[in-house]
């Protein structure tokens, strides 16, 4: 009888247990940034380089790391999970603050809401902190029935684990866990191999989980779907990055992506001329692309080169060799030169009379250890810099020009710079039209846009094209009638939606450039595949279609123009946009501002009846 008691009391305790942390309720990170800012003063910590909040398992902290040693030098439990309140602190009251001091109280709190973090800290359980990743797994991997976004979470918290055994790219490793690796590829024991399978798995395994619970769950980068499907390549591109390339391969299965994705990775890898060096920046432009080169061998001669992996030692190198049918990124630095942290940073020292500098100078220049400089009078730490923010590159052709406005730039953007002045342009250079392209460094006046990428050409932008780059009409016309598959676009998902704003940016450029040049009948058939492929049942219409209403109005085909004008109307009078139902995006829709343009576009071509059933008045018209 007590033997069974006990047995029962154990198992009550055990459910109890298993069952505790979900019940976890935590309040969201603007209510924690608002309580903190309405309340306390950041001048106790002015003289530390970083506050940051942090989610733990015992609640809200606010925590001040140096920025030199990286060392945490003050950790306060602000809103405790056991006592469900908010705890009062030593730290300075904002009643007893200037008005000026209120100013940047106020700029402080503003900015941690803009914060990008903000919503990865509000759907896991705890983040923000070196091992967060651990204490998620610890507490919620033996629990059932997890909810959706913890279930994601737990799966983003396996995810993390693994990579974090290779790097400490996110910045929340623990280091005594960390592999110690040598330099070079193939470079994990079978051990360490092994190890980081295992949570490389259990985050696919729980993504495929949530996928077949929720198939419509959507994340932050895409569906549920191309988030599993990410986490495959993510796994081949690490296993490529620091074994080998057949030890990858092992991580790939047929089918990932859906046909959306498929496509888009083509149409991409598409826009390249043969043996391009394409530099893309996020997931949508780097997983799905490295994936059908890889499973399919479509298209592998182009190199692609994530621009954010680029500021990391271990992936630049192993770029040095050919990967399938690419040939090597051209890169002066040795890898000694760039190990660690060695040219993280590089300044941009603004010197008097200065003339241009050749990028083969600036690496030549940026590559003698001599060269250093000191920040500035607070942050005395020495770095690499270059004496001048003018820069040139000597081409086939000419020499071109640019001056960036920054006072430093990173290693990836160092590598750019070692590319360009390797290739002097003689192999082409993307940038991904989705991702970074170059403006840090202003040299956007020589991209061309071509589609779902921009090229860098050595002619400057013309005074009549577009305020961005160079159009090829041409080239852009025939990627989007002739070249680009289309296999998908029926079935996108709400994110998927949002990569389509890249599609919908290159029809309106080429619109724009095709009633300019009065070229009616390429414009009639641009316009009429644009509502073909992209009609508002699979994207709403809104601010691009303005361009494709005045477009139908410029060919008489009044009628067609009046349609889509309608739909529209329905769209800005009960603010119906692309990102509905997206909780983490920011609503960018500006109704206001779209109810100017398409006044204006009426008005302009006498259609006054349409702009009286416009519930939304604009303020004002052009």
């Not at 609640?59 to 009062?88: A, M, Q």
């Not at 000026?100 to 990865?120: C, F, G, P």
Request: aromatic share 12%.
């Amino acid at each position: 009888m007590y033997k069974y008691l006990s047995i029962c009391i154990l198992l009550l305790a055990n459910t109890i247990a298993c069952t505790s942390h979900s019940n976890k309720k935590f309040p969201l990170f603007d209510t924690v940034v608002n309580e903190f800012y309405s309340i306390y003063s950041p001048d106790p910590i002015a003289d530390a380089s970083e506050m940051k909040f942090e989610k733990k398992p015992d609640g809200w902290h606010v925590t001040n790391r140096d920025y030199t040693s990286g060392k945490t030098v003050s950790d306060i439990l602000f809103w405790s999970e056991k006592r469900d309140k908010f705890l009062e602190l030593n730290l300075k009251k904002t009643s007893e603050n200037t008005h000026e001091n209120n100013e940047v109280n106020i700029n402080h709190r503003n900015e941690a809401l803009q914060s990008y973090d903000k919503r990865n800290y509000n759907f896991c359980p705890y983040y923000g902190y070196s091992g967060w990743d651990k204490d998620v797994i610890r507490d919620y991997e033996n629990e059932n029935n997890l909810p959706d976004s913890t279930l994601y979470a737990l799966g983003r918290a396996y995810s993390s684990y693994a990579g974090n055994l290779l790097n400490a790219n996110s910045g929340y490793q623990l280091f005594a866990e960390r592999f110690e690796l040598p330099d070079g590829q193939s470079c994990l024991t079978q051990e360490q191999l092994e190890l980081f399978r295992k949570y490389q798995h259990l985050a696919i395994s729980t993504f495929k989980k949530l996928r077949d619970i929720d198939p419509n769950f959507e994340t932050i980068i895409g569906s549920i779907d191309t988030r599993y499907s990410n986490e495959y390549v993510t796994s081949f591109l690490d296993l490529r990055t620091y074994q080998n390339e057949n030890e990858a391969k092992k991580e790939l299965i047929p089918g990932l992506y859906n046909d959306f994705m498929i496509s888009f990775a083509k149409n991409m890898l598409n826009s390249c001329e043969r043996n391009a060096i394409l530099f893309v920046h996020g997931d949508s432009d780097t997983f799905p692309l490295l994936y059908v080169q890889a499973q399919y061998g479509f298209r592998s001669d182009v190199l692609v080169v994530n621009l954010s992996l680029l500021q990391t030692d271990r992936y630049i190198n192993s770029l040095r060799t050919k990967i399938l049918d690419a040939e090597p990124l051209p890169i002066t630095f040795s890898p000694t030169q760039i190990k660690g942290e060695k040219r993280e940073f590089i300044l941009i020292k603004k010197a008097e009379n200065q003339t241009p500098m050749d990028l083969m100078d600036v690496i030549s220049f940026v590559s003698n250890d001599n060269n250093v400089s000191d920040a500035d009078a607070v942050i005395t730490n020495k770095y690499p810099f270059i004496p001048t923010n003018e820069l040139s590159l000597k081409t086939i052709n000419n020499t071109i020009y640019w001056k960036t406005k920054a006072s430093y730039f990173c290693k990836n953007d160092l590598m750019v710079c070692d590319v360009l002045a390797n290739t002097k342009l003689n192999r082409p250079v993307y940038f991904s039209a989705c991702g970074l392209t170059g403006n840090f460094f202003n040299i956007t006046n020589y991209l061309q846009q071509e589609g779902l990428v921009n090229k860098i050409i050595s002619a400057p932008k013309k005074e009549d094209d577009s305020e961005f780059a160079n159009i090829n009409t041409s080239l852009l016309f025939t990627n989007l009638m002739k070249k680009y598959d289309w296999k998908g676009m029926d079935k996108i998902t709400k994110n998927e939606k949002a990569i389509c704003s890249a599609y919908r940016n290159n029809f309106q450029i080429l619109i724009s450039e095709l009633m300019k040049k009065e070229q009616t009948d390429s414009l009639k058939q641009i316009l009429d595949k644009y509502i073909e492929i992209m009609p508002d049942n699979v994207v709403h219409f809104d601010m691009y279609t303005t361009s494709v209403i005045l477009g139908y109005y410029k060919i008489k085909e009044i009628e067609k123009g009046n349609k889509i004008a309608k739909i529209l109307i329905h769209n800005i009078n009960n603010k119906i946009d692309n990102n509905e139902g997206l909780t983490y995006y920011r609503n960018d829709s500006d109704w206001d501002s779209i109810s100017i343009i398409l006044t204006n576009i009426l008005t302009t071509n006498g259609q006054n009846d349409l702009i009286k059933t416009l519930r939304c008045k604009p303020k004002s018209t052009y």
